[in-house]
C-alpha cells in the first residue's frame, strides 16, 4: 500500500488535459500498487482544490467523493466519519470539512463549538455568533 498526497489524489480523479503527463504517471503508480491510504488532511485538501481550482459544482465533487468511498483501491482515514461528512455534505449546505469535523467531534463524543451558522444546525454543534 502506498499513501498518497493531494497533488497526486487530484491527478488520479481528474483528467486534467494541461497535466497529461502527471496524470498517466499518478494513475501508473497507483495501478502498481493496488491499494492506496488516503489521509484525512488530503479528503478535505482534494475537495477545496476540487472547488477553487477545478471550479467543480458541489454535485460533480461528491460524485469524486462518493467514487473514492466506493472504490476499493482507497483506504480512507476515518472511512466512518469520512462517510457521515460525505452524507451530509451532499444534503446540505456546509461545507466538506466541517462537516468532516462535526463527524470526527461526534464520533469522539464531543460537541462542536462554531460560528457557521449552516453546520450550527447539527446534532451536538453550538453556533455563537
Known amino acids: 500500500m502506498i499513501s498518497v498526497d493531494t497533488n497526486i489524489l487530484v491527478r488520479i480523479l481528474v483528467d486534467d488535459p494541461q497535466q497529461s503527463s502527471q496524470v498517466h504517471s499518478a494513475r501508473r503508480y497507483v495501478k502498481q500498487a493496488e491499494q492506496v491510504y488516503v489521509p484525512q488532511i488530503v479528503q478535505v485538501e482534494m475537495v477545496w482544490v476540487l ?12 460524485h469524486l467523493l462518493e467514487h473514492l468511498g466506493r472504490n476499493t483501491s482507497f483506504f480512507l482515514q476515518n472511512e466512518l466519519n469520512y462517510r457521515v461528512a460525505l452524507n451530509a455534505y451532499k444534503t446540505k449546505r456546509a461545507d466538506f470539512a466541517d462537516y468532516l469535523i462535526w463527524a470526527e467531534s461526534q464520533a469522539a463524543g464531543h460537541s462542536l463549538l462554531t460560528f457557521d451558522k449552516k453546520l450550527g444546525r447539527e446534532k451536538d454543534v453550538i453556533c455563537i455568533s
Request: hydrophobic share 25%; no cysteine.
Open 51 to 62: 472547488e477553487s481550482a477545478y471550479r467543480l459544482t458541489r454535485e460533480q465533487v461528491g
